[in-house]
């Protein structure tokens, strides 16, 4: 299957520059995952689509303010450093802009001297290993003078940071927000408990490799990026429950699919697992775990439009999305919804 099998056009004006309020009232689009029936609602309509022991499960991730914004000690060189990953006590994988000038040895400071970064190695694919200095804790340091990581598409300055955080985020270590979220309000999250469906919550770190484009031809032979994933034994708990009583397994996000798919790997039923995942699911590879999903509208030729493919199929994907366009939907990370499931 090659790579341009997954592209759509799609003009600047659908891609959403700013986040909709309130958040539950983006549209959403309902797609059968079978038949490729379409649907037209509003995200809060989803306690509707939802049933009496369904589990929906949430990824509780949370962004770092990772966009670090400042310059050369002792000179005015300007740098940006952007947080991937921790590898280690006050040790991170960064990008870095300009690369030219963040070579080893050299130290940066940041938010008028709170923070100071030395550049210790310059990593395969040109990512920079960086220590950092600073007093007190290095989360409240970046509070302080952090910057939300906006996917590159995003070009308009977001007014509020929590609306790049879900209501229900809580551990920190995000690049990216898990963006189907973005929709519930803590309000729609407890009607929906209140009607019968275990919430639950697993933990992905999105890395910026999310929106790494796909550069082969073969959709086989692309490298896939390694997330940090946590799967509590209590959400796995109510995954084989819900299994074993026909009910649906809803994943709220490729990321929260990814990570039970990960734990799917090693059978049923499901167990608390740790670890790193590189998994790539696309048409041919079998979902063993979710029975629906609810998602945003992804990047044309993206390893996401891929995974919604395995589920749904490419081509009730692609003419969902061409339908999308004829309804004015806002497509990526502040865009609109779809809930890919069997209507009937």
Known sequence: MQTHDFYYDLPEKFIAQTP???????????????????????????IDLLCPGDVLVLNDSRVLPARLLGRKKDTEGAMELLLLE???????????????????????????????????????????????????????????IGNMPLPPYITEKLENPERYQTVYSKDLGSAAAPTAGLHFTKELL?????????????????????????????????????????????????VNRCKKEGKRVVAVGTTSCRTLETAGLSGFPLKE????????????????????????????????????????????????????????YRFFSFGDAMFITKFR
Not at 273 to 298: A, M, Q, R, W
């Open 190 to 238: 407890q009607r929906i408990k209140e009607k019968g469906i275990d919430i639950e919550y697993v933990t992905l770190h999105v890395g910026l490799g999310t929106f790494r484009p796909v550069k082969v031809d073969n959709i086989t032979e692309h490298k896939m990026h390694s997330e940090h994933y946590f799967l509590p034994q209590k959400t796995a708990d109510a």
């Open 273 to 328: 697992c740790e670890g790193y995942t590189d998994i790539f699911i696309y048409p041919g590879k079998k979902i063993n775990v979710i029975d629906s999903l609810i998602t945003n509208f992804h990047l044309p030729e993206s390893t996401l439009v891929m995974l919604v493919s395995a589920l749904a199929g490419r081509e009730n994907i692609l003419n969902a999305y061409e339908e999308a366009k004829k309804n004015n």
């Open 86 to 144: 921790q590898k280690g006590t006050d040790i991170w994988e960064t990008l870095a802009k300009p690369g030219k000038k963040a070579k080893p040895q050299t130290r940066f400071v940041f938010g008028d001297g709170l923070l100071e970064a030395e550049i210790l190695d310059v990593l395969e694919g040109g990512n920079r290993l960086v220590k950092f200095f600073y007093e007190g804790n290095f989360y409240e340091v970046l509070e302080k």
């Open 20 to 46: 909709f309020e309130p958040r539950d009232s983006s549209k959403l689009m309902v797609l059968d995952k079978e038949t490729g029936e379409i649907e037209h609602k509003i995200f809060r309509d989803i």
